[in-house]
Structures are given as C-alpha cells and as structure tokens.
C-alpha cells in the first residue's frame, strides 16, 4: 500500500526538494481523582480508541501519548493518569507539574466523588497554579438512568464547583464514547486560544459540556 510518499526512482546523491518542516508541540494533561472513577479507561479510550470494562486499578502513575496533526504542526498530548489511593498521593508532583490542562475527575454515580474534588484541587493547584482546570464527570450512561432529581442535585452541585474553580464542565461516558474526544479538542482550544465550535450542553438530562464562559 502507498504511503503517499513516491520514492525517487534516480541517483538518490540527487538533491531532492524538502519538505516542509513540520513544528511538534507536546501538550501534558494530567488526570487526578478518586480511585476507580474511570480515568485510566478515559485515557485509553481517547489514545486507542478501546475500552475493556475489566478494572484494572493504576498503582501510582499510568502515562500514554497520543499524536494528532493539525496543519503542519504535530501536537502530542502526553496524558498522566495518578492512581486515586491515598498513598499515591505524593506522586501527585509527576503528574501536576509542567501540565497545560489538569482534569479534576469524579464518577456522577457517586456522588463522595464529587465532594473529594476540593482536597484534590486544592493538592493540585498547590503544584500547579497555571495549569487549564477542567471538571470531568464520568459514567454518564449510568447516571442518565437515575432519577431526575438526583440527576438535578448532582448537575447543580457539578456546575458549582466548576464556577468556583474556574473549570469547564464536562460530562462523560468512556463506553458510550459520549464526550471524550471533545474533551481534548476543547484542551487543544483553550491552550492555544483557538476558536471552538463544539456547541454546548447545560440542560438536565443531556450530558453536560460547558466551557464558553469560563
């Protein structure tokens, strides 16, 4: 199968016209929260496009890289994914520090998940103070089916937190590949200042995704 590149069928000693030199920018996300809230199958989803509901839990730090090409330029997001056991927590430099995006996850089924984003913001911001926060919630395709008004607490608690971090709001389902790519295009659009086009979602019911007024 071509590649697209025609081989020189000459004295390769010939110099041959170059090509553009493509610019490769390296843009580090880091994941934090509890433990078992999907961030690793987020991340796996995202780089290779899988998903395997066997949990496997992360001990310490998970790292993979995924290129993408826009233009002539090669952008790599290295995503760093920490466990969220406790005792991990003093890893939390490795993936804080140097990151243009932090995500704040938190399962929607469970809502002490959501409460535990504070401290982890707070450890979070305490390593990275410039970094874009984003708050992701998680397994929306389960959370569709609670009741409505525990869909509207949650919601409404969600939207607070991400107003008081100054966060885009997300949420998201990795089985239902439901706002996981959107999730880096937008990372890629506030950290270059690009225009984004992804229309938004703030109605009750539908899987939230605001990040406009942020």
Known sequence: MSNGLSQPAHDVSQKQPSQPAKNSVVIKVGMVG????????LMVKYVEGSWDEDYIQTLGVNFMEKTISIRNTEITFSIWDLG??????????????????????????????????????RQGRGFNKTAIPFLIGTKYDHFVNFPREDQEEISIQAKRFAKAMKASLIFSSTSHSINVQKIFKIVLAKAFDLKCTIPEIENVGEPLLLYKNV
């Open 34 to 41: 509890d433990a078992q809230i999907g961030k690793t199958s």
């Open 84 to 121: 969220g056991q406790r005792e991990f927590v003093n890893m939390l430099p490795l993936v804080c520090n140097d990151a243009v995006a932090i995500l704040f996850m938190f399962d929607l089924t469970r809502k002490s998940t959501l409460n535990s984003i504070k401290e982890w913001y």
